[in-house]
Each structure stands twice: as C-alpha cells, then as structure tokens.
C-alpha cells in the first residue's frame, strides 16, 4: 500500500558499484510489479516490470527480482552512474472497485557519488 | 505513439483562490487517468481515478475534486485553496493493465 506520510529512505552508492533498491508489498495477490525512476522536477518514468508468474526479469542493467513468499521486490542496478541518481519507486497491481490500480511505495533516494 | 500533457508546469496562488488544473492523453482512447500529488520529498498520495467519462473515485477526502469531460481530459480542480495543497500534482494514464504512464507534473505553491 502506499506510505506517502514518511520521509524517502536513501541510500549511497559509489559510481561504478552496484546498487540494491528494496521494496515491501503488501497484497500477496498483487499480480503485477513495476519499477519507476523519478528524477526531480519530473514525473516518475518506467523502468521495468515483472508478473508474478516470474521471480527474476532482466533489462539493460537493471534487474528485478520478486520474491512472493515474503513478499519482497527489489531492483538492482549493475555498474551504477551518476545519471543514475533519483528517486526510485516500486508499485504493486491490486485490483480494487472494478479498476485496476498501482499503489506505489515510499521510494529510496539514489545518490552516486562520483 | 501515445502522449500525455499537463499544464500549466507550474502555478503560485493565494490561499481562498480556485485551482485547475488540466491533463490530456493523445494516441489512445478509454485510458483509466489518475491524479497523484507527492509532497516535497515524499512518496505518491492517489487522489482520484477515472475509468470512463463522468466516472471519478476519490481515494482521500479533502477540498479538491475531479472532472472527466472528455473521454481523455482529465481536470482536478478546487474552490478555496489551502496552504496544504501545495505540492507536485501528476497526472497518468494507463490502458486498463499494465504499464502506466506519467505526465510532467505541475508544481503548485500556495502562498
């Protein structure tokens, strides 16, 4: 579900090193994942996505990986650069009302230090 | 290709004064549209959706509202602005499942 009331967790990364962005969900039916960068002043875009029928999908150097049992999504960012540095979110699909709706977590703050 | 506008980008107006703002998909037709709002440094709060003309959903009470004229314009609007509804107000759409796409957003600061 969403937590918009609580401050963005960071995190810090070396330029060239790989990062790990992780992600709680908590509708164990939520069949659909997506991954979205926002960088500041701009609106969230797409990263990458993942059905639940997968546990791991791989894109240009990102990966995510999902794990139902403990309802657990992360991404992962292989040789991390400064363009890198956002805002990262993760969103679940639950079906509610007759409309299908993202719910979106807290977010992490990416920052690359060069 | 598909395309989603906002505007204005950003808007500064006194506390009391009315709000519009509008959003506008090209390239599809019967997208569900969504308004979010996200705090400075905070994550995305769902404000209304929209599955159809005329069809709106309020996720969380409060002095704004939403209008769907148009099967893809999509307008939050208010009478009397708060201090409390600055913020980045983003628009998206998506077709029914999958993906959904953002629009640029617009910064509202009320003073």
């Known amino acids: ?114 | 290709s598909q395309t989603i506008h906002q505007w204005p980008a950003t808007l500064v107006q006194p506390v009391g004064s009315p709000l519009s703002l509008e959003c506008t998909v090209e390239g599809t037709s019967n997208p569900n549209l969504y308004w979010y709002r996200q705090a400075a440094g905070r994550g995305l709060q769902l404000l209304f959706y929209s599955i159809g003309i005329d069809q709106i959903s309020s996720e969380v009470p409060q002095n704004l509202s939403a209008s769907r004229p148009q099967d893809r314009q999509f307008i939050l609007s208010s009478k009397k602005l708060l201090l409390s509804d600055s913020g980045f107000y983003l628009c998206a759409w998506r077709p029914g499942y999958g993906e959904q796409f953002f629009g640029p957003g617009t910064r509202l600061t009320v003073l």
């Not at chain 1, 992360?74 to 509610?96: K, M, W």
């Open chain 1, 1 to 114: 579900g969403e937590s918009v009331g609580l401050h963005l967790p960071t995190l810090s990364v070396q330029e060239g090193d790989n990062s790990i962005i992780n992600c709680a969900y908590s509708n164990s039916a939520s069949d659909y994942f997506i991954w979205y960068k926002q960088e500041s002043g701009k609106g969230p875009q797409f990263i990458i996505d993942i059905r639940s029928n997968m546990d791991k999908r791989q894109g240009q150097r990102v990966t995510v990986l999902l794990n139902k049992t403990v309802k657990h999504l992360s991404l992962q960012i292989a040789a991390t650069q400064p363009g890198d540095s956002a805002v990262y979110f993760c969103a679940e699909n639950s079906i509610q009302t007759g409309a299908n709706n993202l719910f979106f977590g807290t977010g992490t703050r990416l920052t690359v230090i060069p």
